[in-house]
């Protein structure tokens, strides 16, 4: 069964989400433009067709790839990397947490098993499609990425505060940029059931999760935050308290 074109990803490409973020991808897969000044960093990387969506908000604001100081991934799942080799190419330095090294060094590769016993899911089929057209097979491999740990900010465009919360994958992080109270969590939480397609409220990504309970352990990690955006891998912004957020997930 093939998704209703209404429910077909839908273009946020460019949309202001918070204080100089921007938000592209589609409805279903998301990353972001954090920009300070007249420098901007890339938050995860989408899949290899959403390059368009950059290269034209890029001309639109009189920006040019030089202006992207980095690219910083939450963690190396293939839908969160498309645009990070091309823009290594270009020589932009790109961020992961070495635990998730060798998944980067991985792409592309079979999808996983509960990607596999997923697909009797007619709306979980529709994200399949759009991650196949979209050029999930294309993810090149990437070697030569800047370490991310625990504690580290960044010294990019904004600074960004780096909080290992391990669990969808080993080297899951989530960054906080404290000067516009954002918090990018990755797939650490979502706003959108990437099995149902349904928005909704923060959620873990249930069997997703290449470990589920430590994925749930590592919410602890995001505690004191306080009042935050938080925008998702999957799904809308969502502003409120962390530790409601935290609570909903749980
Ligand atoms: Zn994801």
């Known amino acids: 069964m ?14 202001a989400v918070a204080e100089g973020v921007y938000r592209f991808g589609t409805r279903r897969i998301n990353w ?3 920009e300070t000044g007249d420098s901007l960093t890339v938050v ?23 202006d992207i ?28 947490h070495p635990a998730d090294f060798p998944l980067l060094r991985s792409h592309p ?4 098993r509960w990607y596999l016993r997923s697909l009797w899911r007619p709306r979980f089929v529709g994200y399949a499609l759009e991650m196949l057209r979209a050029g999930v097979r294309s993810v090149e491999p990437l070697t030569g990425v800047e370490p991310l740990s625990d504690g580290d900010v960044l ?3 904004s600074e960004l505060r780096v909080i290992h919360a391990p669990g969808h994958t080993p080297g899951s992080c989530a960054l906080y940029a404290e000067d516009r109270a954002v918090l990018f969590c990755g ?55 962390i530790e409601t957020a935290i609570a909903l997930a749980r």
Do not use: M
């Not at 077909?8 to 490409?13: K, L, N, T, W």
């Not at 969506?53 to 890029?58: E, G, P």
């Not at 602890?220 to 925008?231: A, I, K, M, Q």
């Open 69 to 96: 100081a980095a690219v910083v991934l939450t963690h190396a799942d293939v839908d969160h990397v498309g645009l990070a080799k091309p823009l290594a190419d270009q020589g932009v330095p790109v961020y992961c």
């Open 187 to 241: 797939d650490a939480l979502a706003t959108r059931n990437i099995f149902t397609q349904r928005e909704g409220e923060p959620q873990l990504l249930g069997s997703a999760d290449e470990d589920h309970e430590e994925a749930k352990a590592s919410l602890e990690r995001l505690d004191g935050l306080g009042s935050v955006t938080v925008l998702p891998g999957h799904g809308n912004p969502w502003d409120g308290d």
């Open 2 to 15: 093939i998704a209703s074109p209404a429910d077909d990803g839908g273009d946020p490409s460019g949309r």
């Open 44 to 66: 995860d990387a989408g899949l290899p067709a959403h390059r368009p969506q950059l290269t034209k908000w890029l001309g639109d604001n009189g920006y040019e790839f030089a």
């Open 155 to 157: 010294p990019v465009a």
């Open 109 to 112: 590769q079979g999808p996983p």
């Open 32 to 34: 972001y433009v954090l």
